[in-house]
């Protein structure tokens, strides 16, 4: 297992735009040991995101402990046998009303959302896969994490090393995403000026 220090030799100094550039959703991990430090850096700049009225709805459990790890295995969806090879799963959880309710927008999810970007392109910086997923059963990651029934698990992150290595229970979809970031929408499907125009 690679031991991770979190010191200024590790920081790559790259750029908001870079980081955006350089995320990826990697699919083959290897071991990192999982420091107290990388996890308090993590939340420092999840902390530090935007949210309606500084709510701050996200809450997060960053479980690294070998036991608890090998119990989360068993609610990943088949898709996700890859995050097998997790160092860390940071579960990101919350309940509508620890945010604004403003008519009918309700932004607890939105605002996670926004936390959760800020960790992830943070772990880049540091030269860490940080791959958030939806393939979970909900109820059997807040038995095993003891969260309260009322909440709602939004994501888990996954958190590793990317390996150079294909891991051998990836798919052969998977494996293409490794090797070329999939495409991505062109501009002009989704950005408008000044009005919404329909084609």
């Known amino acids: 297992m690679e031991r991770f220090e979190l010191t200024e030799g590790n920081l790559t100094k790259m750029g908001v735009k870079e980081a955006i550039g350089e995320r990826r959703a990697y699919h083959s991990l ?40 090998k119990r989360l295995r068993g609610t990943l ?24 309710v ?11 959302g926004v936390a959760t970007a800020f960790m992830i392109l943070r772990a880049t910086e540091l030269g860490i896969v940080a791959h958030p997923i939806a393939g979970y059963s ?3 990651v807040k038995e095993i994490l003891g969260i309260p029934s009322e909440m709602r698990v939004i994501a888990l992150v996954i958190v590793g090393k990317h390996s150079r290595t294909m891991r051998r229970n990836l798919s052969e ?9 999939p495409d991505r929408l062109p501009l002009e499907e989704f950005v408008y000026m000044n009005a919404f125009k329909k084609d």
């Not at 979809?173 to 970031?181: D, L, P």
């Open 173 to 181: 979809k998977q494996i293409r995403i490794e090797k070329r970031r």
């Open 102 to 112: 403003i008519k009918e927008r309700k932004y607890y999810l939105f605002d996670c």
């Open 138 to 140: 909900e109820e059997m």
């Open 77 to 100: 969806s088949k898709g996700n046998e890859w995050a097998h090879f997790a160092s860390m799963i940071v579960a990101v959880f919350s309940k509508e009303d620890l945010d604004c």
């Open 30 to 69: 290897q071991d990192i040991e999982i420091t107290r430090d990388l996890v308090m850096d993590l939340a420092e700049c999840a902390q530090l995101a935007p949210s309606c009225f500084n709510s701050q709805p996200w809450r997060f459990i960053f479980a690294y402990d070998q036991d608890i790890l």
